[in-house]
């Protein structure tokens, strides 16, 4: 089945027309489904109850599909003539080869394909299996299904792709426990040195003018700061010699209508918060809500007089104390290990990979994948080696002076 036009989550999306053809078949008791745009409204009705991380979210999904035009598959198991899991992945070109990957590619991270936990238990990794071979007979161009940076579980569920031949991330995801609230934690973690370090920077932003920690809650909110958090990114990134993942306006595009489309929600699952002092967002993060779970997606500071006042560790400190207060369980930080992340968290979190390949070359593919994860993870484990190679990229950028906080990459 292809649709030149989908209905999806309310809004009207163009499928690419030579999209996937609908595939059904039935092994045992369980049927897999495979269908091109014109399945993103079922998915969104699916995600109406289903379990799934930020980025398997409609919202995400639909986004995504609209501002970049993605190549999008949707792949559904069910049981009991009910959906148990959706994959929703786009179709990207890397090199000779195609991959299928979630929406989003690197900005999408702590993935959990979107489940029923209630049927969940009816899966096995032979049904996964089976979806995925009902996707190469679907869509026999793509080479391989590259799902990277997936939770070990979400919710207390444990991710059924698991089940499947993974291998460990090359960056770990770090968190912090809020239990007991913020003073609990402040006693667990230097409290004394951080309530002082915020009052010194209290009285830093107070001399240059007035201040204060906004949220965006307009469209013309969202566009001010997400037009800020572009350029400190893409100053960050040409520091740190490295290609700038916010540069297409196709990316910017969907953040913008992520962003903008969550105001329209109770408890917004998207949201943006930014620290003004003397009228300039010195420091922006977006965040997302899952759960008990408040994850820091992405964040950025301003690289002017005020940045050596650490304006970014000082939204955090506020975003975390509003985290307590509001009774989530974790802040999490997301995906990548730095040092001002260590200076809260106290929890890990390994997330997995899986590299399922499709077609003769889509073996080679898996196996580059895998060695090339296994690279960066040792590089990244080896102060030395991970330290010159940094310098190198600054080098490389012509950048003389190393950056004051590192991005993870």
Not at 175 to 186: I, K, P, Y
Request: contains cysteine.
């Amino acid at each position: 089945m292809v649709d030149a036009i989908a209905s999806f989550d309310g809004n009207r999306v163009a499928a690419n027309q030579a999209g996937a053809r609908a595939v059904d078949s039935n092994p045992g008791d369980l049927t897999v489904a495979v269908r091109d745009g014109a399945g993103l409204g079922g998915y969104a009705e699916f995600c109406a109850s289903a379990l799934f991380a930020p980025a398997q979210s409609a919202s995400w999904v639909r986004n995504w599909a609209t501002e970049t035009g993605a190549d999008m598959v949707i792949a559904t198991l069910s049981a009991e003539s009910r959906p148990v899991l959706v994959l929703a992945l786009e179709v990207v070109r890397r090199g000779p080869f195609k991959v299928a990957r979630f929406a989003g590619g690197r900005h999408a991270n702590g993935n959990f394909a979107a489940v029923d936990p209630r049927l969940l238990p009816r899966v096995d990794v032979q049904a996964v299996r089976t979806l995925f071979s009902a996707i190469a007979r679907a869509r026999p161009d793509i080479d391989l299904i590259a799902l990277e940076r997936l939770l070990p579980d979400l919710d207390g569920i444990a991710n059924p792709l698991a089940a499947l031949p993974n291998f460990a991330s090359p960056n770990l995801s770090l968190a912090v426990d809020l239990d007991g609230g913020f003073d609990a934690l402040l006693s667990r973690a230097s409290g004394k040195r951080k309530r002082k370090k915020h009052r010194s920077q209290t009285r830093k932003f107070e001399a240059v003018g007035s201040f204060g920690r906004i949220e965006a809650r307009t469209r013309e909110d969202v566009d001010r700061m997400l037009d800020a958090f572009f350029d400190m990114k893409e100053v960050r990134f040409a520091k740190m010699g490295i290609a700038n993942v916010f540069g297409e306006e196709a990316v910017r595009a969907f953040f913008r209508s992520l962003f903008a489309d969550a105001l329209a929600e109770d408890k917004p699952s998207f949201l943006l918060h930014g620290l003004e002092v003397a009228g300039k967002l010195r420091a922006v993060t977006g965040s997302s809500r899952s759960g008990k779970r408040l994850i820091c997606e992405f964040g950025a500071i301003a690289e002017d007089d005020l940045a050596f006042s650490s304006p970014g560790d000082f939204l955090f400190f506020d975003n975390i104390q509003e985290a307590c207060q509001q009774g989530f369980d974790v802040y999490d930080f997301s995906v990548g290990d730095e040092p001002y992340k260590r200076l809260w968290c106290d929890l890990e979190v390994q997330h997995f990979e899986v590299a399922a390949p499709l077609t003769l070359k889509g073996r080679a593919l898996a196996t580059a994948t895998r060695q090339a994860a296994w690279a960066k993870t040792f590089i990244k484990n080896n102060p030395t080696i991970w330290k010159l190679t940094k310098m190198l990229r600054r080098k490389a950028a012509g950048q003389a002076v190393p950056a004051a906080a590192e991005d993870d990459s």
